[in-house]
């Protein structure tokens, strides 16, 4: 694992919402507005951007939490910008918090973690 970043280093996103990022359940089709969970897909990509600096050729990330604060809407067509900041480097976990806005207004904001591992231990652990 390579070390590049530090505590308070930022990467940056934007997503222009689509029509596949809207909530669809089972039962159809809910709001034409970016969903929660599309919302935090593109959160934890944009704090993934981190891992894919920091990892070896041997290693790769994995997910270990998100929080989603999602407190405004973005409509289809809107350019969601996406900044996740470094909060915690804990050994091979990192931490971050992220904001997403549309222009300047805050839709939502939360915390996302990844572990790098070596990819070995992950193709074990995925073996049940």
Not at 47 to 55: A, H, P, S
């Amino acid at each position: 694992m390579q070390h590049y970043y530090t505590t308070g280093d930022r990467q940056y996103f934007t997503r222009v919402v689509r029509e596949e990022d809207c909530a669809i359940f089972d039962t159809g089709a809910l709001h034409p507005v970016y969903s929660t969970f599309a919302l935090a897909r593109d959160a934890e990509w944009c704090c993934r951007l981190f891992v894919l600096d920091m990892k070896d050729t041997d290693e790769e990330g994995i997910g270990t939490m998100i929080t989603v604060r999602h407190v405004a809407p973005a409509k289809v067509g809107t350019m969601v910008q996406f900044t996740a900041t470094i909060i915690r480097l804990q050994g091979h976990e990192i931490i971050c918090e992220y904001e997403a806005k549309v222009g300047d207004t805050v839709i939502a904001t939360g915390e996302q973690g990844q572990k790098i591992l070596k990819k070995d231990k992950l193709k074990r652990l995925f073996e049940v």
